[in-house]
């Protein structure tokens, strides 16, 4: 048992990597809270992809029940957000609803919240540019076509994987605020002069994104393969690593760059 | 985008391999699916470890709130229990709920159910065992001490986790319902006689359960190891996978044949 206790403690996830740095998140902290998000992606797209497209899940005309408005998967994503808002989800700041209008208030027991962000740039909320990215762009790219009636369950899997995708982006508030505060002198007159063009090359690094990207796909090939005791099935994976290093690529790496130039632009008010 | 739909077919996931069978589930078919939710529970336990204990999510004593009766916990699954089932889950067999009582009934689209299990069977709910084991038995095993304040995170981690064990304990009425359309005759006599051992002797194939363990504990090694480009760091999981197989040993295993046996009981009903 103590092996094991160890063993978690070794490989803390980035919620203990977090609660570790409260006091102040380091760019490096950061970066491997990162590191540990790209596994949740991944097992969240895998899950996902178990079911077909399911479009009746998304279809806004289904509902002649007048309890529902809109998709089955918005009267299931706004009830599921106010369950866990009471729940105390959205008091951690890294933790972005897609329906923030009319959440209740917690009712949680209370635990003090980082104060890490500067207050102008911690609301900062694109999950309605990630739901139309996700259901327009992203879901067709790893679903099979087709329909086995399983709704409920695919909607909770399009949840559970839009809020990591939602953190992971947002995350870039962490980033930003960790990048500003390790060289401040950089970052101060970019800002002043909102030269958008210039803060996105300092928070650009070519070579620490291909290797992110490098290293999704190779977690794709790890995590979605055929695991057995005889032989490794090579070639068949459950999400193919090719879209996920392409989801990376073009989407979650730009959309987080995007959040922390937002942020930092907000970062002197 | 064809060779990436190819590979999402050829990796059909359990719920397909469902559908194809669901005229007529068979033991292959089934056991394919049992491999398939292995996967689901590693993953789960594997977000479940991300957070420590959170003891206040499971403390009944703490709300001096009227709006919650209970634990966070309690609140939590009661709640998402009821959106899912207005959202069609439990239309599904193959899903049982924590709480079934005052379930609200599916609004959602109508997609014919498979009608594969014998009735008096099909019913079974040891959701109240698995419960208790949760918390008391199996949680204390693979999440290490101390609060982080993510109370409504760990119990959704808690909830995707107890539903893919809880599936994967109760699809042992769709294992036995297969066993005993293959071969009858073996199983008539002995559920006439209310012969339990001579069934569980039946029920009982050694070599594929010890199979299962050791599989088990190779996929906690894959899926829970921590992937770079660089090297693979051997040695450190994200769950010990000692005890993801003893999970499966002790627990998971033997749960799921007493659900084989207790639907048997009730075959010729």
Redesign the interface.
């Given at each position: 048992?103590l092996?094991?206790?160890v063993?978690?403690?070794?490989?803390a996830?980035?919620?203990?990597v977090?609660?570790m740095a409260k006091a102040q998140y380091t760019v490096d902290s950061a970066r491997a809270c990162l590191v540990?998000q790209e596994?949740?992606i991944i097992?969240a797209l895998?899950?996902r992809?178990?079911?077909?497209l399911n479009s009746?899940t998304y279809?806004h005309t289904?509902?002649s029940?007048s309890?529902?408005q809109g998709s089955?998967l918005h009267?299931?994503i706004r009830?599921?957000e106010a369950?866990?808002?009471?729940?105390?989800?959205y008091?951690?700041p890294e933790?972005i609803p897609f329906f923030p209008e009319n959440l209740p208030p917690s009712?949680?027991?209370y635990?003090?919240?980082s104060e890490f962000l500067h207050s102008a740039g911690a609301l900062i909320n694109i999950n309605k540019d990630i739901w139309k990215l996700y259901f327009h762009v992203l879901l067709p790219?790893?679903?099979?076509s087709g329909?086995?009636?399983?709704?409920?369950?695919t909607?909770?899997a399009d949840l559970?994987l839009l809020q990591a995708i939602s953190r992971r982006i947002h995350y870039g508030r962490f980033v930003a605020e960790a990048k500003f505060r390790e060289t401040p002198q950089i970052f101060e007159s970019l800002i002043r002069a909102k030269d958008r063009k210039a803060l996105m090359k300092v928070l650009t690094l070519e070579s620490i994104e291909k290797?992110v990207v490098?290293?999704v796909e190779?977690?794709a090939m790890?995590?979605g393969h055929?695991?057995?005791?005889e032989h490794v099935k090579e070639?068949?994976?459950?999400?193919?690593p090719?879209?996920v290093s392409l989801l990376y690529q073009k989407w979650l790496i730009p959309l987080t760059k995007n959040v922390e130039l937002e942020y930092l632009l907000r970062r002197l008010d």
């Open positions: 048992m092996r094991f206790l063993s978690v403690l070794v490989l996830s980035c919620k203990e977090q609660k540990r596994d949740t097992f895998i899950e992809a178990k079911f077909p009746p279809n289904f509902t029940i309890q529902i089955l009267f299931f009830n599921t369950i866990q808002s009471k729940a105390g989800r008091t951690n933790e009712v949680a027991p635990y003090p919240s790219m790893f679903v099979a329909d086995d009636g399983n709704y409920a369950q909607a909770a559970t290797m490098k290293r190779k977690k790890v995590f055929e695991v057995s005791l070639g068949t994976y459950k999400v193919d090719s879209v």
